[in-house]
């Protein structure tokens, strides 16, 4: 009998935090805002710890019963909670990764005049997150998935008063309903069909159900439809568009929000409905072309961007698409593995970035930035595990995810293999080129880097460029050794390691389909030893290790070129961009992709809303009929006041006229 392991406490913890900063934070001290959200979101860490140290003991799926919630006739929808290997790892990453984010907010928010509110509105963001991975249904899941667009809203915005800001707060919340919208049909067709949102109860009933092959049936459709809800909260092509302007919002939110935690449901939910995309391979075959897509895409538009936060932002976008790759060709173990490797080097990556920020008084264009290694030298040490962590090379955690992703997108598909080489050779050569412009060469900035922005560390008022306190520094050690440690879970047989991460996911993902079934999306057969263990069908090792060279070549490629460009011949850039500008101007303004929505979709919709429904519906019509109706009142009002004249013989001449009408109703009542 599994014990009571109170796993509502964990997202119930932050929401505390939340509710004291938010209702008493005004009139607290800065210390007492502090105390508090970090005691709430550092207890979440430790219930989560706690959980993992008991994990082994469980008998999985664990659930937790907590609340009814909905009853309609024969389906019902619970509050409760649901604990296996997947949902441990996101646990993990939420709480842990959350957690530093939270300290290193400390430092870089520590004059912001809206302290409370910010760590209010994060934990607030934490309750909903955990809410989402731990709950038992779907229901609670888009409970979970719609509050952390709330709470993202909030963040992004946090700085209302900056147009920008505001604007970015609102085209994340807009577009993230654009794939609600999906989200929510594929769960109306799943009570429909199952009565059902409970995912134990959907998956039985799901499993015996054979692969849909012969066209788009019931599963495709729902897998479609919840790949719709996942491009829009993971951004993806074609609803990827708010997450670059979600930079606007401090560089903590751009690294909790942004590349730890919220764009990563999308994965995290497809990977959890396996068992639906199994048997659905044109949807698994959509997962991975709009991944494949995403991934290249959003790389080439990270070439030629200047702001460092907008570089990080179409990475994290680019590596997304790496992970619904790697769902799409059936690998979700090696899309979680990314999930968490991506989750230690973005998180730093992001943070790295804005201590930069913080050093040089708000300054984010990298052309005016150089040689800075030398004055913050733990800035530049951090940020360059993170850059050799997502570029791929050998011995750091991104090698061995990209990795694993690559070699699976292979056994489904060259196309989708040499596809996700030339990104990862992309995505070495952008990172590197960050690296160079914001550490190496001559400072390029202005002498005094003390001038007053919007961004909060600006108020710290240090004189010159200058190192973080440490309380920003810390996170950022501890995301460092991650980025370097936290990819040896998962070595693979090749490289003569026992791909542990992928053994532990083995109950979660291994397959539930026949033994002789073969899945095209995925292009190999699953045996019974595969729903066991868990482990990756054997393969020539030789082959597998070649392909590990080809990668490993690629990112050393891109680490050259950038080298070359930036560090040797640092005028060279400006004459290929002078050569070949119109395939420049095109990356510079990312495919002019917003200026084509804004065309198609925002502007005929504000015109709409402005001509027909403000001026003609609104002004011309109701408007107009209350204006109507109040005049016909007073006309009516004012010939009925006149009649009160105060003349005693015309009042009895009014009863005299109407006695005499009741008398000839009554006569020709009689009369009939």
């Not at 409760?80 to 907010?105: E, K, R």
């Not at 930079?247 to 764009?263: F, Q």
Request: charged letters at 15%; proline letters at 4%; aromatic letters at 14%.
């Amino acid at each position: 009998m599994n014990p009571n392991l109170n796993l509502w406490l964990i997202p119930v913890l932050p929401l505390a935090g939340a509710a004291i900063n938010g209702f008493f934070g005004k009139k607290s001290s800065r210390q007492a805002i502090t105390i508090v959200a970090l005691f709430f979101c550092g207890a979440a860490f430790a219930c989560a710890l706690w959980v993992a140290a008991r994990f082994s003991s469980l008998s999985l799926p664990y659930q937790e019963f907590f609340a009814h919630w909905i009853r309609s006739g024969p389906f019902s929808a619970d509050f409760s909670f649901y604990l296996d290997q997947l949902s441990l790892v996101m646990l993990l990453v939420v709480t842990g990764v959350g957690f530093l984010i939270h300290i290193y907010s400390v430092g870089y928010m520590c004059d912001d005049p809206g302290y409370y509110r910010f760590f209010s509105y994060l934990n607030l963001f934490m309750f909903f997150m955990l809410t989402l991975v731990l709950s038992g249904n779907y229901l609670q899941m888009f409970i979970g998935w719609e509050g952390v667009g709330l709470a993202s809203y909030l963040l992004i915005g946090y700085w209302f008063t900056k147009d920008s800001a505001a604007s970015a707060g609102k085209k994340a919340f807009i577009v993230n309903r654009v794939g609600d919208f999906g989200f929510l049909i594929a769960l109306f067709l799943l009570i429909k069909h199952f009565g059902s949102l409970n995912f134990t109860q959907v998956f039985d009933a799901v499993k015996p159900i054979s692969p849909e092959t012969a066209g788009v049936g019931l599963l495709t459709t729902i897998g479609i439809l919840l790949m719709v809800g996942a491009c829009g909260k993971s951004a993806q092509i074609p609803l990827y568009v708010w997450l670059p302007d979600a930079m606007e919002g401090p560089t903590p939110v751009s690294a909790l929000i942004h590349a730890a935690t919220m764009v990563t449901a999308g994965v995290y939910m497809v990977a959890r409905s396996h068992v639906i995309f199994e048997r659905a391979p044109i949807a698994l075959t959509v997962v991975a072309i709009i991944g494949t897509l995403t991934a290249f895409f959003a790389a080439t538009i990270g070439i030629a961007q200047t702001d460092i936060k907008r570089v990080l932002a179409y990475s994290t976008v680019s590596q997304l698409g790496y992970m619904f790759l790697a769902c799409g060709v059936g690998a979700f173990s090696a899309g979680i593995f990314h999930l968490m490797t991506h989750a230690f080097f973005k998180g730093l990556l992001f943070l790295a970035a804005g201590s930069v920020i913080h050093a040089i008084g708000g300054e984010q264009d990298m052309r005016k930035m150089g040689g800075l290694r030398t004055k913050i030298p733990w800035t530049f040490w951090t940020m360059t595990a993170g850059t050799l962590a997502i570029a791929g090379i050998p011995g750091f955690a991104g090698f061995f995810s990209k990795d694993e992703i690559l070699w699976k997108a292979y056994q489904a598909s060259w196309a989708y293999w040499l596809v996700g080489l030339i990104t990862a050779f992309i995505t070495s050569f952008y990172m590197f080129r960050l690296w160079f412009l914001t550490f190496f060469g001559q400072y390029r900035g202005e002498a005094d880097s003390t001038r007053a922005v919007h961004d909060a560390h600006s108020a710290h008022g240090h004189g010159g460029i200058h190192e973080s306190p440490k309380v920003m520094v810390i996170p950022l050690v501890i995301l460092a050794l991650l980025s370097v440690i936290g990819g040896y879970v998962g070595v693979p047989s090749s490289l003569g390691g026992n791909n542990h991460f992928d053994r532990f996911l083995g109950p979660v993902f291994g397959s539930t389909l026949p033994a002789e079934s073969q899945n095209p999306a995925i292009g190999e057969k699953r045996t019974s030893e595969r729903e066991t263990e868990g482990t990756e069908p054997k393969t020539e090792t030789s082959t597998e290790l070649m392909f590990t060279g080809i990668s490993v070549l690629a990112a050393l490629l891109g680490f050259g070129l950038a080298w070359l460009l930036y560090y040797r011949s640092p005028d060279l850039p400006d004459r290929i961009a002078a050569r070949f500008s119109v395939a420049y101007d095109t990356l510079v303004h990312k495919y002019y992709v917003d200026e084509f929505y804004a065309a198609v979709f925002v502007k005929p919709l504000i015109n709409f809303s402005t001509r027909i429904l403000w001026q003609d519906v609104d002004r011309k019509v109701i408007d107009a009929a209350v204006d109507d109706a109040g005049y016909g009142a007073e006309h009516v009002s004012d010939d009925v006041r006149h009649m009160q004249s105060g003349n005693i013989r015309s009042y009895a001449g009014w009863v005299a006229a109407g006695s005499a009408l009741v008398i000839a109703f009554m006569v020709w009542m009689g009369v009939r």
